[in-house]
């Protein structure tokens, strides 16, 4: 986000060269990008590749805002995408998610935390 911003700024500063103006940039309220801890994610990925009960899809990274980027900059962990079976996105109008997608995902989170408490 910080080269986004620093990128968007020169152009800006441009546009008032070129066209003998001031401009401000109102960034709003923003969001910090996630950055998964790599040990936890790792170690989640692993875990999940051996679960019979749900098919693990890796997907690359993306360049995703999130409010749950705050919590990760204080608290090591990670955000990953839950399948629930739409051929709509996440913030499609016709977004109609299997819901059974939220029981098999808080199963598979209680089996990884009692993993994870079982090994410290």
């Not at 990925?45 to 749900?54: G, Y």
């Amino acid at each position: 986000m910080k080269k986004v911003k620093e990128r968007i700024d020169s152009i800006v500063k441009g546009i008032e060269v070129g066209f003998e103006c001031k401009a401000e940039i109102d960034y709003g309220a923003m969001y910090h990008q996630v950055y998964n801890n790599e040990q936890i994610t790792s170690e989640f990925i692993e875990f999940v590749k051996n679960e019979t009960t749900v098919n693990v899809i890796e997907c690359k990274e993306a360049m995703t805002g999130e409010d749950f980027g705050y919590m990760l900059e204080k608290i090591p962990g990670l955000m990953f995408w839950l399948g629930v079976e739409s051929e709509y996105g996440l913030h499609h109008a016709k977004l109609n998610p299997n819901e059974n997608a939220i029981e098999t995902a808080i199963n598979l989170l209680i089996a990884y935390l009692d993993f994870r408490s079982n090994r410290e």
